[in-house]
């Protein structure tokens, strides 16, 4: 069996002690020694530099400085002590060593106790507490990287992530969770009370169900809920999903959980089941007002006739008128069956919008009642659309009529007419508006109806475009589905700003004719071309 080869340095000034010191080694049988000598501390400290020896044998008291001073200008110049000391001195007492300890000095031996036997045992002791201290340190440097990684990780991750406790208290939150709760780390601690301060009302008993059977059973725990964002005060749909993690017995230890944001697919899938519904009642709705509307030509047709052909004076003929008037009733809830399923363009032309408004303004203005104020601003140069006037003409009377509606007969105020022109772009379009009609943006010529009435609450807003949905104990609630139903299938779309008692502002938006987009252009390359000129 071959013995060990260690280094020594021996940095002493005593000639007899360092003599001392060697033949202490080399009677050893447990190691092999190898030595170099240094009569100072900076002789020393280069030994230790260029001969990477495993132990010091380091005297305090040296000629230039005492050891201690040496030891702390090998640590600066070598981050860290390179090697294991051991420090020997003939003086000095407990307070030394403790000193000297700390300084990183693996063993402290005062000359009068060197002998022999216990030398070179000090030494390979020191060599090995040297060697597992460093092994110490460099598990805990990898530990702290691989933390640090592991930490990256999580604050890297599109998610919102967070670890909780056994019992489901937040030990750990990501910078992602805790920008959109608001929360800071401190307060991140107290797990039930901190979600239920950021869970929708609504969503509450159904995640502490679902939590608590996670817990009971250790499965995963996963729930779609929504959350309050520290931004707005929103609430957004999220993905929640926890992972258990288990000790050596099976218990649950901790949970590793993910927050998604899928309130942009919750929105999506509402808009396609609202479309779908849409269309479902549009086709129910054609078919009925085409199948109404041939029973009506018959109805309308053989009442005209009697009453032509009887006398003005016949006492039928007032019966007759009943049955015309209820018939051209229903051909008007007919009409708007038809617009609302986006079959009422019996004839498309180029249409001016700012006539037709004007038109319906002035048809409104007779039936005004005194306290409501009624102001027109048209814009100028606004291209025309493609569309039938007639049909678009009942489209701004009903709008008309619903503003009236909500300021009320016996109260006071204003309703403002605006025409203008913009432009969507097409990727702000589908950000911000739902309405497929928009996606691909372009020109759109604007009619803004805005009045100082009662105003609608959310729930109002979401359903005023539903089919006989209204407000009003009397009436059908045909208008505005209608009224919506025709934009679209003109491929516009109706946008609408309301509050509970702040009023109602809304907007029309009809896409610019094709052929007038043409002509605008044509006309700015001529501009352009005449500026060049100049």
Not at 86 to 96: D, F, I, K, P
Not at 160 to 185: F, K, Q, S
Not at 406 to 434: C, F, K, M, N, Q
Not at 448 to 463: F, Y
Request: with cysteine.
């Amino acid at each position: 069996m071959s013995l060990r080869h260690l280094k020594i340095v021996i940095v002493e000034d005593d000639r007899i002690d360092r003599e001392i010191y060697r033949r202490c080694l080399q009677d050893s049988r447990a190691a092999q020694f190898e030595f170099e000598a240094a009569g100072s501390a900076a002789e020393g400290m280069a030994l230790v530099r260029t001969w990477r020896p495993d132990c010091v044998l380091l005297d305090y008291d040296l000629p230039d400085i005492n050891g201690l001073e040496a030891l702390a200008a090998l640590a600066r110049e070598c981050e860290g002590v390179p090697c294991a000391v051991v420090m020997l001195t003939a003086c000095g007492g407990e307070g030394l060593a403790v000193e000297a300890m700390k300084a990183g000095v693996m063993d402290y031996v005062p000359k009068g106790q060197i002998a022999a036997e216990t030398l070179a045992q000090t030494v390979e002791n020191a060599i090995q507490k040297f060697q597992m201290k460093r092994r110490i340190e460099e598990h805990r440097a990898a530990l702290e990287r691989s933390q640090r990684r592991y930490e990256m990780l999580l604050e890297a991750m599109p998610q919102m992530v967070w670890m909780a406790n056994a019992h489901g208290d937040v030990e750990y939150a990501n910078r992602r969770w805790l920008d959109y709760t608001g929360l800071t780390v401190t307060s991140a601690e107290g797990g039930r009370f901190v979600w239920s301060e950021v869970l929708h009302p609504d969503d509450r008993d159904e995640t502490w169900t679902a939590w608590e059977k996670a817990k009971e059973t250790g499965s995963v725990f996963e729930i779609e809920h929504r959350l309050r964002r520290a931004l707005d005060g929103s609430y957004r749909w999220h993905l929640v999903r926890a992972v258990p993690m288990t000790g050596e017995g099976g218990e649950v230890t901790q949970w590793f959980g993910t927050c998604t944001e899928v309130e942009d697919q919750k929105q999506a899938e509402k808009a396609n089941l609202e479309r779908e519904k849409l269309e479902g009642l549009g086709r129910l709705a054609g078919g009925i007002a085409h199948d109404f509307n041939n029973l009506l030509v018959g109805i309308l047709g053989g009442a005209s006739f009697v009453m032509d052909t009887l006398h003005p004076s016949d006492p039928n003929q007032k019966i007759l008128e009943s049955v015309v008037h209820a018939s051209e009733r229903a051909a008007d809830l007919t009409r708007k069956m038809l617009a609302y399923s986006g079959k009422a363009n019996f004839f498309v032309e180029r249409v001016e919008v700012n006539p037709l408004v004007r038109e319906a303004c002035k048809s409104l203005r007779p039936a005004l009642p005194d306290r409501i104020h009624l102001q027109v601003q048209t814009g100028s140069g606004l291209p025309p659309v493609e569309t039938d006037s007639e049909q678009l003409l009942h489209v701004f009377q009903e709008i008309l009529k619903n503003a009236v509606e909500a300021i009320g007969e016996s109260a006071s105020g204003t309703i403002w007419v605006r025409t203008g022109v913009t432009e969507i772009d097409p990727a702000a379009a589908s950000e911000e508006e739902s309405d497929r009609n928009l996606v691909e943006g372009g020109r759109f010529v604007t009619v803004e109806v805005q009045d100082t009435g009662c105003g609608m609450d959310g729930e109002t807003q979401r359903r005023i475009f539903d089919p006989f949905f209204t407000t009003k104990f009397m009436g059908r609630g045909m208008g505005l589905a209608a009224v919506r139903g025709f934009i679209r299938s003109n491929r516009g779309t109706v946008r609408v700003s309301s509050g509970a008692g702040e009023g109602t502002l809304l907007q029309v938006l009809l896409p610019a004719g094709k052929t007038a987009a043409r002509q605008a252009v044509a006309e700015e390359e001529e501009r352009a071309a005449s500026n060049a000129e100049v």
